[in-house]
């Protein structure tokens, strides 16, 4: 078997490249070629496959280690990106947030005649909402038997509430109503306004 630590003449080198380019064309090569990368096997073998593996660990450890810090610069910058909104949305957000305050403000007083005035605003509220969210018909009783209960899981409560308003508008301060009731109407609206994310 031919040593690849030997010294070789001009002619063995040359002799090598031409079996290499042959092996290369045709798929075919001499017993010299053979004899010279089984013998470097032979003697390096051992060495060639522990420096494979230590590579191949180095470079798996490298790889977790870049998608672990991609994954982590992502994570930072998902966290931080918030959703843009325009001018008119901040507008239109503020003036409901305004409204609903009002209503909160008025439930919590002491006064049945504001307690009234808090439903009464809560329904012109409902219109509002409905409209926006595509509900046609003349007036709310319209729009809300033109609704889907599949799409609108708190038909009952806006119907509730929008008759007990109904009867406020018609008797006026004639109708009377408990704080407690009052309380449950506006929840009634509550339940509503988030199933639409209203407020």
Known sequence: ?????????????????????????????????????LGFYGRYGYFLILSSLFLSSVLVIFIAYVIFRVHGVYSKQRKSLKPVQSTEEEKEEAVKNEKWKIIAEHIESEN?????????EADIALGEMLDKSGYRGEGIGEQLKSADKSDFTTIDDAWEAHKIRNSIAHEGASFMITEREAKRVIGLYKKVFEEFDYI
């Open 1 to 37: 078997m031919i040593d690849p630590l030997h010294s070789y003449d001009p002619f063995d080198i040359l002799n090598l490249i031409y079996e290499l380019i042959r092996y290369l064309i045709t798929g075919q090569g001499s017993s010299f070629l053979s004899d010279y990368f």
């Open 112 to 120: 049945p005649n504001d307690w009234r005035l808090a439903i009464l």
